[in-house]
């Protein structure tokens, strides 16, 4: 699965895989699927190709994925010398200009017309349904995937659910509603979840499989807040984990050692990294573990200092907690002796370890490791089946069970039992509960691009930027502007359609 993805997103039709703005700047005339597409594995490799826009710097190897991060209450600037387009996105100043969304937006829309182009091709086969139609589930789910965080990420966007034949076209594109982007997600994923196979090939977690689908369907409905869909859902992926293989690996630290196995029972969906390869584009350009890396180690650990939590996300963190550990570098090697995090030479704080102290094959910043990035795993279906049943019918034994497996696990520090975080026990309020719950996401899925779409769909930002007990203190934090980032300029000149801009930008 890696060689492909790797060998068929270096050479997959670039010119015709390109976003928005490139094609209005480069028309490169019609494109037919006919013409590329003459059996079921050329369609594969277009999904393949996919996937590789993904696994690229731009998106889940820094830019993205670090917009995510920095957004949130969890992670903030280390070394005030980084570009001001991170100080902007964290510090909730940034303008329209921002670099890291006019390098991100592009790069979405890449990978939905390289699933556009998959299943256009894929239609125009005539090959039976059962052959087909998993092809298509995939890149339908693929496309899912990319509409689903940009819509989170921008509200209104272009839906674009056709095979681009003639550039000229774009020009006349408009934003879509978020319902109707919404609709359309939810149609994928439901397609998804019907053809595609309970296991893929080699049961690879870098490809879909019904489970998958399920389990970003419980997702969807749980950020539109409906929760009897998304405990539905979620509930399902629970009742069949035996058949999609899932569960909760035994070591939280198993999770964030490179090289992961393909197949970790963890992981529902995972963004594969080839450790020491890279490409045109930033392909499998994987930068997060020197983004978050201290500053001044010791090679092999050497780093960056950009994406450093704040002290009081550290102190506030209760040191029995096994997932504090892993989740945290407090001390390294600098100049061959161990130094804490008093003594780092940029940023004297602790630092993010879940990417830094095991990058696998990398070079010697953690550059270009083999990470095997969890997107989705087996305990936010947990997590999510718990909020979701807790809002329908309260904190019932069952919702509390989901909450509890997850910390059992926590209590096994390496192969050695401890007695913390205790199991949650009856008698909470569902209001208590289900805080509970989002504490409990806030620690389990810390620094893994999650808690800036639950401060999102929470409407948290007032309370965590700005409250009493805020992690993360950012006055600046203006509800009525910054749950969505700005459409890039650039892109509102090209195509004026796609006016009004979200408001306050």
Same mark, same amino acid.
């Given at each position: 699965?890696?060689?492909?993805?790797?060998?068929?997103?270096?050479?997959?039709?670039?010119?015709?895989?390109?976003?928005?703005?490139?094609?209005?700047?480069?028309?490169?005339?019609?494109?037919?699927?006919?013409?590329?597409?003459?059996?079921?594995?050329?369609?594969?490799?277009?999904?393949?190709?996919?996937?590789?826009?993904?696994?690229?710097?731009?998106?889940?190897?820094?830019?993205?994925?670090?917009?995510?991060?920095?957004?949130?209450?969890?992670?903030?600037?280390?070394?005030?010398?980084?570009?001001?387009?991170?100080?902007?996105?964290?510090?909730?100043?940034?303008?329209?200009?921002?670099?890291?969304?006019?390098?991100?937006?592009?790069?979405?829309?890449?990978?939905?017309?390289?699933?556009?182009?998959?299943?256009?091709?894929?239609?125009?086969?005539?090959?039976?349904?059962?052959?087909?139609?998993?092809?298509?589930?995939?890149?339908?789910?693929?496309?899912?995937?990319?509409?689903?965080?940009?819509?989170?990420?921008?509200?209104?966007?272009?839906?674009?659910?056709?095979?681009?034949?003639?550039?000229?076209?774009?020009?006349?594109?408009?934003?879509?509603?978020?319902?109707?982007?919404?609709?359309?997600?939810?149609?994928?994923?439901?397609?998804?979840?019907?053809?595609?196979?309970?296991?893929?090939?080699?049961?690879?977690?870098?490809?879909?499989?019904?489970?998958?689908?399920?389990?970003?369907?419980?997702?969807?409905?749980?950020?539109?807040?409906?929760?009897?869909?998304?405990?539905?859902?979620?509930?399902?992926?629970?009742?069949?984990?035996?058949?999609?293989?899932?569960?909760?690996?035994?070591?939280?630290?198993?999770?964030?050692?490179?090289?992961?196995?393909?197949?970790?029972?963890?992981?529902?969906?995972?963004?594969?990294?080839?450790?020491?390869?890279?490409?045109?584009?930033?392909?499998?350009?994987?930068?997060?573990?020197?983004?978050?890396?201290?500053?001044?180690?010791?090679?092999?650990?050497?780093?960056?200092?950009?994406?450093?939590?704040?002290?009081?996300?550290?102190?506030?963190?209760?040191?029995?907690?096994?997932?504090?550990?892993?989740?945290?570098?407090?001390?390294?090697?600098?100049?061959?002796?161990?130094?804490?995090?008093?003594?780092?030479?940029?940023?004297?704080?602790?630092?993010?370890?879940?990417?830094?102290?095991?990058?696998?094959?990398?070079?010697? *910043?953690? &550059?270009?490791?083999?990470? /095997?990035? @969890?997107?989705?795993?087996? =305990?936010?279906?947990?997590? +999510?089946? !718990?909020?979701?049943?807790?809002?329908?019918?309260?904190?019932?034994?069952?919702?509390?069970?989901?909450?509890? *497996?997850? &910390?059992?696990?926590?209590? /096994?520090? @390496?192969?050695?039992?401890? =007695?913390?975080?205790?199991? +949650?026990? !009856?008698?909470?309020?569902?209001?208590?509960?289900?805080?509970?719950?989002?504490?409990?996401?806030?620690?389990?899925?810390?620094?893994?691009?999650?808690?800036?779409?639950?401060?999102?769909?929470?409407?948290?930002?007032?309370? +965590?930027?700005?409250?009493?007990?805020?992690?993360?203190?950012?006055?600046?934090?203006?509800?009525?502007?910054?749950?969505?980032?700005?459409?890039?300029?650039?892109?509102?000149?090209?195509?004026?359609?796609?006016?009004?801009?979200?408001?306050?930008?």
């Amino acid at each position: 699965m890696k060689i492909y993805i790797r060998r068929c997103f270096l050479f997959l039709l670039p010119a015709m895989l390109l976003s928005c703005a490139d094609l209005n700047e480069k028309p490169i005339g019609l494109l037919a699927p006919e013409a590329m597409f003459k059996s079921a594995k050329d369609v594969e490799t277009a999904v393949f190709g996919a996937y590789g826009w993904i696994a690229s710097e731009r998106l889940y190897g820094r830019q993205f994925v670090s917009a995510l991060m920095l957004r949130d209450d969890m992670s903030d600037i280390g070394d005030r010398g980084t570009p001001a387009e991170r100080q902007q996105v964290n510090d909730f100043n940034m303008d329209d200009n921002n670099n890291m969304v006019n390098q991100f937006w592009p790069y979405w829309y890449q990978v939905i017309s390289a699933s556009n182009a998959a299943i256009a091709g894929a239609e125009q086969l005539g090959l039976a349904e059962a052959e087909i139609n998993p092809l298509i589930a995939e890149a339908r789910f693929v496309r899912a995937f990319a509409y689903f965080h940009l819509v989170r990420v921008f509200g209104d966007v272009p839906y674009i659910d056709f095979f681009i034949n003639n550039p000229e076209s774009v020009k006349q594109l408009t934003r879509t509603p978020a319902a109707t982007v919404y609709t359309g997600i939810i149609a994928d994923f439901e397609f998804a979840k019907q053809w595609l196979p309970e296991k893929q090939p080699a049961d690879v977690r870098s490809r879909p499989t019904k489970g998958t689908a399920a389990a970003y369907l419980s997702t969807v409905h749980l950020t539109l807040q409906d929760y009897a869909k998304a405990y539905t859902e979620a509930k399902w992926v629970i009742d069949n984990k035996d058949k999609f293989g899932y569960g909760l690996e035994a070591d939280f630290q198993t999770l964030f050692r490179a090289p992961q196995a393909n197949n970790m029972k963890e992981h529902i969906f995972a963004i594969d990294f080839l450790g020491l390869q890279s490409g045109a584009g930033g392909a499998n350009d994987d930068i997060m573990p020197p983004m978050t890396g201290v500053r001044g180690g010791d090679a092999p650990r050497s780093g960056w200092s950009v994406i450093v939590p704040s002290q009081k996300v550290f102190d506030t963190w209760d040191a029995r907690d096994y997932r504090k550990h892993v989740s945290f570098d407090d001390s390294l090697l600098i100049g061959g002796k161990l130094a804490p995090y008093t003594e780092f030479p940029n940023t004297k704080r602790p630092h993010i370890a879940k990417y830094a102290r095991f990058a696998g094959n990398s070079n010697a *910043e953690g &550059r270009y490791s083999d990470h /095997n990035y @969890a997107a989705m795993r087996y =305990a936010e279906v947990l997590l +999510v089946a !718990a909020e979701a049943s807790a809002e329908v019918n309260g904190p019932t034994a069952e919702a509390i069970g989901y909450v509890n *497996e997850i &910390r059992a696990r926590a209590r /096994n520090w @390496a192969g050695t039992a401890s =007695a913390f975080p205790a199991n +949650v026990t !009856a008698g909470l309020t569902k209001q208590a509960f289900i805080d509970l719950i989002m504490e409990e996401r806030r620690l389990e899925l810390a620094f893994e691009y999650k808690r800036w779409y639950d401060i999102q769909r929470r409407k948290l930002g007032d309370v +965590v930027f700005k409250g009493p007990n805020s992690l993360e203190p950012h006055p600046t934090f203006n509800a009525q502007r910054d749950y969505l980032m700005p459409i890039p300029r650039t892109e509102l000149q090209i195509n004026p359609n796609l006016a009004p801009q979200n408001p306050g930008y």
